[in-house]
């Protein structure tokens, strides 16, 4: 299968500030795929590239099996992008702003676009500039729907959403790719969306992927214990190679393992554990360990009562 996305060792550059490094990024087609990243990873970089809004300073980039260049009018047909922060003529009613946009994509279907208006309750004589900012990233959704793209890219979508107005766009977002075979990019910092959502995933940290691939082998590669030993901490377990960050408060600690956990247990209960217990990792908790496992821990962030 040809995957939607297909990028080998791209690299951008800003001002001489390298943004992304050595690229390699395959979305397979058909997926509902979670870029996550802390702020400044260079997300938002990536779509663009995919879009080509940005041409990148060295590398290949196939966007549904062909090559990306400078000409790709009947491409960007087939390809639709929505930003929180993505800007809109306010001064067009939204009604217009529909219409402008089914201008673009031979596959506008009005009748889906005006069932969803309806359903975001979204008035079509208003202006676009007096819509909020969770109304406005609404009816980018909308309009993404309407045009039945091939590939959607979404750059933190639900941001400035409620929880009923996120809940109906994640499930709009889910229904596309499950109906309509839409390749779906979801760039965000909000790992919840992401788990709800993706069935792969690719962790950028400072313009590098430091993970990407099925997200239940993400979740499977990270592991917590929760330990309890009394008297003296024992040393072996820091040089424990399976124990990538120790966390000790007291007698209690808890361990961050890379890999199976049940070895690193015995050797815990063999140094006088006298409680070893598993804890459960959500995405967020397992994000923040890969990267802490980078370096970006933010550590150094702590509240001083002095």
């Not at 766009?169 to 909000?190: K, P």
């Not at 808890?254 to 995405?283: F, H, K, M, N, Y």
Request: net charge neutral; proline share 5%.
């Amino acid at each position: 299968m040809t995957p939607a996305v297909q990028m080998d060792g791209v690299r951008k550059s800003f001002r001489g500030t390298s943004v992304l490094q050595d690229v390699p990024w395959s979305v397979p087609e058909g997926s509902v795929f979670g870029l996550i990243g802390p702020n400044g990873a260079g997300k938002t970089t990536l779509l663009r590239l995919v879009l080509g809004l940005l041409w990148p300073d060295a590398g290949s980039i196939l966007v549904l099996g062909r090559r990306l260049g400078r000409e790709n009018a009947s491409l960007r047909e087939r390809v639709h992008y929505v930003a929180s922060d993505r800007q809109m003529a306010p001064g067009f009613r939204v009604d217009e702003w529909m219409r402008y946009a089914g201008l673009a994509y031979p596959r506008w279907d009005e009748g889906r676009a005006r069932r969803l208006l309806g359903a975001l309750e979204i008035a079509p004589g208003k202006a676009v500039g007096e819509l909020s900012a969770g109304q406005r990233t609404s009816l980018q959704i909308a309009v993404a729907a309407a045009a039945r793209p091939d590939l959607l890219l979404l750059d933190e979508p639900t941001n400035g959403l409620d929880v009923i107005v996120k809940t109906q766009v994640l499930q709009l977002v889910l229904d596309m790719a499950a109906a309509a075979g839409t390749t779906i990019v979801i760039a965000t910092h909000h790992t919840e969306d992401v788990e709800r959502l993706a069935d792969h995933l690719a962790v950028l940290y400072d313009g590098r992927l430091v993970f990407q691939g099925e997200l239940d082998a993400l979740k499977a590669t990270l592991h917590r214990l929760q330990v309890v030993i009394p008297g003296e901490w024992p040393t072996a377990l820091d040089r424990d190679p399976r124990i990538v960050r120790v966390e000790r408060q007291g007698k209690a600690a808890l361990l961050t393992i890379e890999g199976p956990p049940d070895q690193v247990a015995d050797a815990c209960r063999s140094a006088g554990a006298i409680l070893v217990e598993p804890i459960d990792l959500d995405l967020a908790e397992v994000f923040r360990m890969v990267l802490a496992k980078e370096g970006y821990t933010r550590d150094q962030l702590r509240w001083d009562a002095r």
